[in-house]
């Protein structure tokens, strides 16, 4: 059973224009939540997170919106840019529980088109 | 103050051949990950050490798997008489502590023939 699911495998999108990945959770014990980006031949790099507590974490161009009543996340990138080009992971984690792993969704890949 | 680092960053091993992968997690931290990433799939959870505790080994997929970690130092993963689905990219995570971000290395990537 997949308790983070990317039900996207792929999205193109314009250079300039919005990116939107989504994501979306089956377990509520679930409390805190990360995207990863990963370039082919390189590991995952951290992108940004968000707490259960909130509902939304800006960075720059980066911003994660959470639903918790949807168990519904996804990521938005704005202006998009053409090295935003990469493989996007959703990573939940029971922050309360007792292991320290990530689960991990299969990924979005993203590409934007100049 | 290098990152993550993983060796061999390749491996193509023969069915049936025993296999030993390493990472070296970013100096300090005290909690190391294996994780697992078969083509199409997303990251999957092998095993965890933190600090001097007993490992957390439940996401191990069978006894042929095995990982060890020498204090908070390196680590290898042991992988004996490998099976063709055992063919993934296998990824090493560190973190300051429990429940800090995770930093990755780039990955062996491990071809059974």
């Known amino acids: 059973d997949q308790q983070v699911k990317q039900n996207s495998p792929s999205l193109s999108v314009q250079e300039g224009r919005i990116s939107i990945l989504n994501c979306d959770y089956t377990?509520?014990?679930?409390?805190?939540f990360l995207w990863y980006k990963k370039y082919p031949a390189e590991g995952p790099t951290f992108l940004i997170s968000?707490?259960?507590?909130?509902d939304k974490n800006e960075d720059g161009r980066f911003t994660v919106f959470l639903n918790k009543s949807a168990k519904h996340l996804s990521l938005h990138i704005v202006p998009s840019q053409p090295g935003d080009s990469a493989v996007y992971f959703c990573?939940?984690?029971?922050?309360?529980?007792?292991?320290?792993?990530?689960?991990f969704g299969k990924g979005t890949k993203l590409s934007v088109k100049p | 103050g290098a990152g993550v680092s993983q060796s061999p960053s390749n491996k193509v091993t023969e069915k049936g051949k025993d296999v030993e992968l390493r990472c070296d997690p970013i100096?300090?931290?005290?909690?190391l990950y294996w994780y697992r990433q078969r083509l199409g799939q997303g990251l999957e959870f092998l095993i965890y050490?933190?600090?001097?505790?007993?490992?957390?080994k439940s996401g191990l997929p069978s006894d042929r798997f095995s990982a060890e970690r020498t204090g908070e130092s390196v680590s290898t993963l042991t992988i004996q008489r490998t099976q063709q689905e055992d063919s993934a990219v296998y990824l090493c995570?560190?973190?300051?502590?429990?429940?800090?971000?995770?930093?990755f290395g780039p990955g062996t990537r491990l071809t059974v023939l």
């Open positions: 995570a560190s973190s300051l502590g429990w429940g800090d971000t995770q930093y």
């Open positions: 377990n509520s014990m679930f409390d805190y």
């Open positions: 968000i707490s259960s507590i909130k």
């Open positions: 990573a939940a984690r029971n922050y309360g529980g007792s292991q320290g792993n990530l689960i």
């Open positions: 100096s300090g931290h005290t909690a």
């Open positions: 050490f933190q600090g001097n505790s007993a490992p957390d």
